[in-house]
């Protein structure tokens, strides 16, 4: 009886839940969840950041070394996570030569099997296809990962030589987002700060400036603009300058010294460019006023901070400000 009761009870007990299968990821799904990773963890470090530029100078410091040390492990736990699942495919970052590694990172993507022993075999031309597409995004993925090796040690070198240089000016960063548009943003930040808040331009409008400018002075830029190789060169230079300010005006095309020197006569503004890698670069002197040092009452220089190793998209730039106002 009792083992009848325990069947009948044993029946009418509802089927636990199954739990859904997991999707398992494609290599190329895998990349991208990868770079979306290591994007979101810099939009954390610049939030960090903004976070500990307050208080006085002995707080921010003591609260920059933490957000340093919080990034440096963050970033080392998401480079042992992505290498990893990078394994799963048959990259190795370790262990092998570079060449070889690099090699099974494009098999990997391009679908061939790792494991196959028939290595000397001739490959078809459809693997032949797919290997040659996938050298670029392999070569890129490797890129990344050297990158994220040096990036944290050359990152915190890189600050505190900076931070060596405004300190005694009475100088500190005020952190610009890294979207593409922070060569402008940076002078937005600074034209609000020269002007007590009133909105002069915005970043389109620097933007907009800068590519109407460099037109109207073709002449003057087009010999740099050759020489720095901004783009590809087509049978006629001026359409390829024509393509290049088009990108200035309406895309979050990177800006550099070529613009800078558009933006400086454009605003009729000194410029200064503090770098903790290279040396530090002057514009528009004709511009200036006020102080030659640190930031004053009648001094309207525009201030900003490059940095080679911030991020490990590339360049970038940030405003400086005076520290009080920090």
């Known amino acids: 009886m009792e083992e009848t009761l325990?069947?009948?009870?044993?029946?009418?007990?509802?089927?636990?839940?199954?739990?859904?299968?997991?999707?398992?990821?494609?290599?190329?799904?895998?990349?991208?969840?990868?770079?979306?990773?290591?994007?979101k963890l810099q939009d954390k470090e610049t939030s960090l950041k903004k976070a500990a530029a307050k208080g006085s100078k002995a707080e921010q410091k003591a609260k920059k070394k933490q957000v340093e040390e919080e990034i440096t492990r963050l970033s080392a736990e998401l480079e042992a996570k992505h290498a990893v699942e990078l394994a799963s495919f048959g990259?190795?970052?370790?262990?092998?030569?570079?060449?070889?590694?690099?090699?099974?990172?494009?098999?990997?993507?391009?679908?061939?099997?790792?494991?196959?022993?028939?290595?000397?075999?001739?490959?078809?031309?459809?693997?032949?296809?797919?290997?040659?597409?996938?050298?670029?995004?392999?070569a890129r993925e490797q890129r990344i990962q050297e990158e994220q090796s040096n990036l944290v040690s050359n990152r915190m070198l890189e600050n505190e030589k900076l931070e060596s240089k405004l300190e005694p000016l009475g100088l500190t960063i005020q952190e610009i987002k890294p979207d593409g548009h922070c060569l402008y943003r940076a002078v937005e930040n600074q034209l609000l700060l020269h002007s007590n808040g009133t909105a002069q331009y915005s970043y389109q409008d620097l933007r907009q400036m800068t590519a109407k400018y460099m037109r109207e002075h073709a002449a003057d830029f087009l010999p740099f603009f050759l020489a720095e190789g901004k783009v590809e060169i087509g049978p006629d230079p001026s359409e390829s300058f024509e393509r290049y300010c088009q990108e200035i005006e309406s895309t979050a095309a990177w800006g550099g010294q070529l613009e800078l020197g558009a933006l400086t006569h454009c605003l009729k503004k000194h410029i200064v460019v503090y770098s903790g890698?290279?040396?530090?670069v002057e514009m528009g002197k004709e511009y200036k006023?006020?102080?030659s040092g640190g930031s004053s009452a009648g001094d309207t220089s525009i201030r900003l901070s490059f940095h080679r190793h911030a991020y490990g998209l590339g360049e970038h730039y940030n405003s400086v400000i005076p520290a009080e106002s920090s």
Not at 22 to 28: D, Q, S
Not at 103 to 112: F, H, T, W, Y
Not at 277 to 280: A, H, I, V
Request: aromatic content about 2%; charged content about 35%; hydrophobic content about 25%.
């Open 6 to 39: 325990a069947v009948e009870s044993a029946a009418g007990e509802e089927p636990a839940a199954v739990a859904p299968e997991r999707k398992e990821e494609t290599l190329e799904e895998v990349l991208s969840r990868h770079r979306k990773e290591k994007s």
């Open 91 to 138: 990259y190795k970052p370790s262990g092998n030569s570079e060449k070889g590694n690099l090699d099974n990172l494009v098999k990997a993507i391009a679908g061939v099997n790792m494991s196959s022993n028939s290595e000397s075999a001739k490959p078809s031309k459809g693997v032949r296809r797919r290997e040659k597409k996938a050298k670029e995004e392999a």
């Open 277 to 280: 890698s290279l040396p530090d």
């Open 289 to 291: 006023s006020g102080s």
